[in-house]
Nanobody, 116 residues
């Protein structure tokens, strides 16, 4: 059974850093691109990072470019999101996402709160 489980969220002060993890099971991890999204209360879900199946290519929206870094570990079947220089507007539930045969799979999410 395909499953995505995020971890690593928490409360951090503005300017701080967090590293999120997403463990993937139930499919051939190395075959698929994966992404991170976030959703703040009252807002639409927003894409924040993507990484190809090989890990060679990554992409980010302008809102996080230069501050966030996505990576993957083929051996551990995990993807990561390193978040630096965090801002209050980065506060959201962060979710990892996978698309298989036109179907999207999501984890349960991990809460990130940026506040002093």
């Amino acid at each position: 059974q395909l499953q995505l489980v995020e971890s690593g969220g928490g409360l951090v002060q503005p300017g701080g850093s967090l590293r999120l993890s997403c463990e993937a099971t139930g499919f051939t991890f190395s075959n698929y691109a994966m992404s991170w999204y976030r959703q703040a209360p009252g807002k639409e879900r927003e894409w924040v990072a993507a990484i190809t199946s090989t890990g060679i290519t990554t992409n980010y929206p302008d809102s996080v470019k230069g501050r966030f870094n996505i990576s993957r570990d083929r051996i551990k079947s995990k993807i990561y999101l390193q978040m630096n220089s965090l801002k209050p507007e980065d506060t959201a539930v962060y979710l990892c996402q996978l698309r298989v045969l036109s179907r999207d799979y999501w984890g349960q999410g991990t809460q990130v709160t940026v506040s002093s």
